[in-house]
């Protein structure tokens, strides 16, 4: 996978300055929103690189993330929508492919739900969202640290596994305390979407999503199990499911060059 094209970042302000929200940014092409997940966020992704070789890549990070500002104005998905619409606007973008991972998937398809009209095609890896029979993901906050790596990854020995936790514990002590003030505010701003449980309504909305949708799944998911995916699929009008073997919670970090050509693949069909 090219690696040529390098993200920028920037701040950008949304709604007169009550949002401050840092934005990485790639690529030329049709737009492409890209929703992360609750881990901290690192500015260089290989995946979001080889998305920007065919799309304009837009990755914010949402307020309590990063350097994002104003999560204090954010207390449910209805906000996180309206929120993502004047993001919208300030970038001047009508309409955009979304693609969300885990708490941005659910972000994601909220979007989706209530303002179909700014979504070209969903692309939904892993998402949070719904708490049904069958569909019903562990406790993330209730999660020991040891037992974590083993949900994450198909292999928590591999090299991308331990960059990962290396990222997250740097061993320099001021970097260490970095991490854990940015870990800290990840955790705190996702307890509002997922403490006790991450059902927050989507499944009274989800039906309203018009756009094609994927449904992007690891076969070694243990943060948000297989059988999720079912439910999404079938809640879904327009959906269809691809699980990839070889990964786990993390597909775009495990097998970055598959995910690329899935995601890459359904879009431009």
Avoid at 33 to 51: C, I, K, N, S
Avoid at 136 to 150: C, G, N
Wanted: with cysteine.
């Amino acid at each position: 996978m090219s690696t040529t094209r390098q993200l920028s970042v920037r701040k950008v302000s949304v709604r007169q300055g009550r949002f401050n929200v840092e934005l990485r940014e790639a690529g030329d092409g049709p737009a492409l929103l890209y929703l992360h997940d609750m881990a901290p966020q690192r500015v260089e992704e290989p995946f979001l690189r080889g998305l920007a070789e065919r799309f304009h890549v837009y990755a914010p990070l949402h307020p309590g993330f990063g350097a994002s500002s104003g999560t204090e104005l954010i207390d449910d998905p209805i906000d996180t929508v309206v929120f993502l619409n004047d993001l919208l606007d300030e970038l001047q973008v009508e309409r955009a492919h979304v693609v969300g991972h885990e708490l941005g998937g659910m972000f994601a398809a909220e979007f989706a739900a209530l303002s179909p009209h700014r979504v070209d095609r969903l692309v939904l890896v892993a998402p949070y969202g719904l708490w049904l029979e069958g569909c019903q993901p562990p406790d993330r906050f209730a999660t020991p640290v040891r037992t974590l790596p083993h949900l994450l990854w198909h292999d928590p020995e591999s090299a991308v596994a331990q960059e990962y936790a290396a990222h997250d514990r740097p061993e320099d002590p001021l970097e260490r305390q970095e991490a854990t003030i940015q870990r800290n505010r990840a955790l705190s701003t996702g307890s509002k979407f997922l403490w006790p449980f991450p059902d927050r309504g989507l499944i009274k909305r989800i039906h309203r999503i018009q756009a094609r949708t994927l449904l992007l799944w690891g076969e070694d998911d243990g943060v948000i199990p297989p059988s999720c995916a079912t439910a999404f699929e079938a809640a879904i009008p327009q959906a269809r499911l691809v699980t990839m073997p070889g990964a786990g919670h993390l597909p775009q970090l495990e097998r970055p060059t598959e995910f690329v050509e899935a995601v890459t693949g359904f879009l431009a069909d």
